[in-house]
């Protein structure tokens, strides 16, 4: 069975100038991604047959203009030309009403999606980023390829990696499509019905209340070992403590956790199993939300010692 070539308009002369005035917003936008014209061209040309066939009528090249997120856009096609700024801006993208890094994002939902199974998050994340620009197999495109420059990369990103790994959860019943633009609360996969999301709210509000009693040294300590995945050994020696200190607070850090948001869940009648299971996998994605354990404000604490945060995990 053969397939028939998408055919979009031509680049009329306006369409040109409209192309051109792109090119020039494009490089004030990011002075540091610099694409050929004849490359710049071309991968409008082929967003332009990506996105075509998604409309219900034929749309012509000033819309498609028009509708463009054009740094996003340029961001992506960066990327897939190999060029390193690009990549720096990807990597330092801020995404969701919680202004999160996009791998921040990526990492809570790998949280919901293999709840308990670090190994199997930090394997989804890494497994994503290399699908980018590396196809899955050779009649797929890569993960870059694939977007029309339409709506948000972050928020589209995000999305991409959650369908990607729903598409291997199919036989599990709580797997739901995620709209485009929901990128500030990761899936829940406890969230099985309104009682279950009335149970995540709780969670939340009592969460949010236990981080506001803890201290700065503390908030520091979880985001090194969450955000960052510092091992406890580099940790330690960022606190300037030995291994068994550290791994005392961390507990104790832990217990604080469970007694104060527990002792509220009990409060509101939670009958359930295994709470400090469902507190512990709760926990991890929105410490990953919280402004107070973003990655400006565990600099800035680290900074009053002296030292500076490590480098972003990828």
């Keep these: 069975m053969s397939t028939n070539p998408i055919i979009t308009p031509a ?55 028009e509708g463009l997120y054009a740094v996003d856009w340029a961001v992506c096609i960066g990327c897939l030309e190999g060029q390193n700024a690009a990549w720096e801006v990807l990597f330092n993208a801020r995404t969701g009403r919680s202004d999160c890094l996009l791998v921040d994002a990526l990492r809570a939902r790998a949280v919901r999606l293999y709840p308990r199974d670090e190994e199997r998050q930090e394997t989804a994340v890494a ?8 196809p899955e197999s050779q009649t797929a495109l890569p993960v870059l390829a694939r977007y029309d420059g339409h709506r948000p990369l972050g928020p589209w990103l995000i999305r991409v990696f959650q369908n990607l790994h729903l598409s291997k959860l ?56 969450w955000r960052y995945r510092l091992s406890q050994r580099e940790a330690a020696k960022l606190f300037d403590l030995n291994e068994g200190t550290l791994t005392r607070r961390t507990d104790k850090l832990r217990d604080k956790a469970t007694e104060q948001i527990g002792s509220r869940l009990l409060a509101e009648g939670w009958t359930g199993d295994d709470i400090e299971g469902f507190i512990l996998t709760e926990l991890g994605a929105l410490l990953t939300d919280d402004p107070r354990l973003s990655a400006d404000h565990l600099g800035r604490i680290l900074a009053a010692k002296g030292k500076t945060l490590p480098a972003a995990p990828m």
């Design 170 to 225: 199919r036989q599990s019943s709580f797997i739901t499509a995620l709209p485009d633009e929901d990128v500030a609360y990761p899936m829940n996969p406890t969230m099985a019905n309104d009682s279950a999301g009335r149970w995540h709210e709780l969670f939340n509000d009592a969460a949010r209340e236990w981080l506001g009693t803890i201290d700065d040294e503390e908030r520091l300590l979880l985001g090194l070992r």
């Design 127 to 134: 497994e994503f980023w290399s699908s980018l620009i590396v």
């Design 11 to 65: 680049l009329a002369p306006a369409d040109r100038g409209r192309v051109n005035l792109l090119s020039h917003f494009v490089r004030l936008q990011l002075p540091a991604i610099r694409i050929p014209e004849s490359k710049f061209v071309s991968h409008l040309e082929r967003s332009f047959q990506i996105f075509f066939p998604k409309n219900p009528t034929p749309i012509s090249w000033a819309a498609f203009l």
